[in-house]
Nanobody, 127 residues
Framework: QVQLVESGGGLVQAGGSLRLSCVVS????????MGWFRQAPGKERELVAA???????????HYTDSVKGRFTISRDNAKNTVYLQMNYLKPEDTAVYYC?????????????????WGQGTQVTVSS
């Protein structure tokens, strides 16, 4: 059974930083693409950042425009963990953040391409 467990959310002032972690079990982690999504009240779930599975050439990443230059996605295959480093946080980053794993090594951008999800962690940025 595949399980994803997020941690690292919380309350932070605008301009501050948080690092989210997501530990994966039940799947050979390094082979599969991972994503971080977020969902604010009344809004659809949106992709924040994605990273491909690891190959001989490394990994590729993708970021939604609103977080480019502020957020960084990375993975530690030895720890079965994907991270989202969030810097220069803004009130509009407030949402529940979810990690997800896709059944493919290829970087995935759509919600429907992911087959397992974590329970979510709340990030609140105060102004």
């Amino acid at each position: 059974q595949v399980q994803l467990v997020e941690s690292g959310g919380g309350l932070v002032q605008a301009g501050g930083s948080l690092r989210l972690s997501c530990v994966v079990s039940g799947r050979t982690f390094s082979r599969y693409a991972m994503g971080w999504f977020r969902q604010a009240p009344g809004k659809e779930r949106e992709l924040v950042a994605a990273i491909s599975g690891s190959t001989w050439s490394g990994e590729s990443t993708h970021y939604t425009d609103s977080v480019k230059g502020r957020f960084t996605i990375s993975r530690d295959n030895a720890k079965n963990t994907v991270y989202l480093q969030m810097n220069y946080l803004k009130p509009e980053d407030t949402a529940v953040y979810y990690c997800a794993i896709a059944p493919s090594v290829v970087l995935a951008r759509a919600v429907g391409l992911y087959d397992y999800w974590g329970q979510g962690t709340q990030v609140t940025v105060s102004s």
